[in-house]
């Protein structure tokens, strides 16, 4: 942001007297935001529901909005000022043209067309994938019964099965990466995966942003060089290999190359219907004529299904299994309804959705844990909201975990009560945002509440889950990053049948 742009955010701080702490000279805010607990420090502020500034050193001031007007107003009313994310163009390497990264009229020109691969439709033609890869998940877990006493790194397991679905759901590569880790694609996956924090990029990223413009010509950027040649060739070769319109692959690389061949996919059972508030579709902006999508936007998007839904998959899953361990009455609820809906019957993207109950544990987990701590947007143009004057650059932080955990948004927030989502219609959405909000939700929603529901109802039919003397409780998450936890071991007891 320019310097004009600063203090004119800054004085729109000053006159409308948002609080916040006062900025350190060059980490601005940073000291106060890393205060307490992760997400913008409690300390910082009492109540959520409400609106709050802080500086991030060198970048752009930032209001962090807990207020649910405020926030319905710029998440979905006053959407079109507020389309775009907080991003630093020029150190994400391919993923620049993934729909994370991209603003403007090019996001909503990529988000459109690949929204329909996220479609009811498409996504009961991936059931036959994620069920082959939740018996995976369940070989494994019996497995370790057998060969040992149960007890299980849930970490390593749930990484493993979120890997496997992303591998097979975006790429249409089968592995088992619990067994095989030593798989090219797998090693090269991971290592796309492995951000280091403190690494001098990140630093720069923190302190410096507006240095960010000198990383593509030093050769920079948050993802190794070799990783990215590796996904490169092998999206490559698979896209030679498939054929626009083939029906044999329900993956998300066929579905996009459909897209870039401008050949669309009819399905009949496609679920239009069915496309809530939530779930964005968002109209093709006048002024972007492309019809198609390049090869790099399917290969930043085939990769940002990686990062955005490798390590939120398998921290939901986790989180979860933890929870049933320390609620066995839960657990047995849960089991109870799985028996009585689905009893011994494969489970399908239907009967799934039957099981209340399943939806309601997982819910709750993603309440008091929500994988991605906080959102973000930035304003585009001059808005005012409630009285609140936005300047156009100005960024917008949305602390999803505060307010998840707010005693004025939800009774006894750090009590674990799947009950609490027995009637979702009593429920704000402005005030459970594991997803985020709005038509720059997460496109992959629906596609991760399936893999959770299919994982947790076969692991729960087969194994009683319990705490054990190496569970840690409460559970310590990462200092950085997602809401993972550092560690996550439960025992696992077979239930014979
Ligand atoms: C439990 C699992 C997941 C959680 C909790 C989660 C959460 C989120 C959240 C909070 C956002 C930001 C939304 C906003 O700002 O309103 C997001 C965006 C996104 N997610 Fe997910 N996600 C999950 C799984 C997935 C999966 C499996 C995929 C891909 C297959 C995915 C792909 C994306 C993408 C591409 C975006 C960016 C959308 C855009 O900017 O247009 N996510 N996710």
């Not at 413009?213 to 490169?232: A, C, E, K, T």
């Amino acid at each position: 942001m320019a310097g004009a742009d600063l203090s004119r955010a800054g004085s729109v701080y000053i006159k409308l007297n948002i609080p916040g702490p006062a900025p350190w000279p060059i980490i601005g805010s940073l000291v106060e935001l890393n205060k307490k607990d992760r997400h913008h420090g409690r300390s910082l502020i009492g109540s959520w529901n409400s609106i709050k500034r802080y500086y991030g050193g060198m970048s752009p001031q930032t209001l962090i909005v807990g207020d649910k007007e405020m926030l319905r107003k710029i998440l979905v009313k006053e959407f079109a000022n507020f389309p775009d994310k907080i991003t630093l163009k020029g150190i994400n390497g391919d993923l620049e043209t993934s729909v994370i990264n991209l603003r403007g009229d090019h996001w909503r020109h990529v988000r459109n067309k690949i929204t329909p691969a996220f479609s009811v439709g498409k996504l009961r033609k991936m059931v036959p994938l994620v069920d082959l890869a939740s018996d995976t998940l369940v070989e494994s877990l019996r497995r370790k019964v057998k060969d040992g006493d149960g007890v299980t790194d849930m970490l390593e397991v749930c990484g493993a099965y979120s890997m496997d679905v992303i591998c097979s759901t975006a790429f249409g590569i089968q592995v088992d990466s619990q067994n095989n880790p030593n798989d090219e694609f797998i090693v090269h996956a991971k290592k796309f995966l492995i951000l280091d924090f403190y690494s001098p990029i990140f630093l720069i990223l923190m302190f410096l942003p507006a240095l960010c413009w000198l990383m593509p010509h030093i050769g920079w950027s948050i993802i190794d060089n070799d990783v990215q040649l590796f996904f490169r060739q092998v999206t490559t070769k698979l896209l030679k290999e498939r054929v626009a319109g083939d029906k044999k692959h329900a993956d998300f690389l066929q579905l996009m190359k459909n897209v870039q061949q401008n050949h669309e996919d009819s399905d009949e059972d496609d679920d239009r219907d069915n496309d809530d508030e939530n779930v964005s579709r968002s109209k093709p902006p006048t002024s972007w004529s492309r019809k198609g999508i390049t090869f790099d936007e399917i290969l930043g998007n085939a990769e940002i299904f990686f990062f955005a839904g490798y390590e939120t998959t398998k921290t939901a899953l986790c989180m979860t299994c933890y929870y049933l361990a320390l609620y066995p009455e839960y657990q047995d609820k849960l089991r109870q309804e799985l028996s009585d809906v689905i009893g011994s019957n494969p489970m399908t993207y239907e009967n799934l959705r039957q099981v209340k109950y399943l939806e309601m544990i997982t819910n709750e987990s993603m309440r008091i844990n929500p994988p991605f701590g906080r959102t973000t947007r930035v304003c585009v143009r001059d808005t005012e909201i409630n009285g609140v004057k936005i300047p156009a650059g100005m960024q917008i932080s949305i602390p999803i975990y505060n307010i998840h955990l707010d005693p004025d948004n939800w009774e006894d927030p750090e009590k674990f009560i799947p009950e609490r989502f027995a009637d979702m219609d009593t429920i704000d959405p402005m005030t459970f945002l594991p997803f985020g909000y709005g038509p720059r939700n997460c496109i992959g929603m629906r596609l991760a509440e399936m893999e959770l529901k299919m994982a947790l109802a076969k692991v729960v039919r087969s194994f009683q889950i319990s705490v054990c003397g190496e569970t840690e409780i409460p559970l310590d998450l990462k200092k950085l990053g997602m809401m993972t936890p550092t560690s996550s071991t439960l025992k696992m007891l077979e239930i014979k049948s």
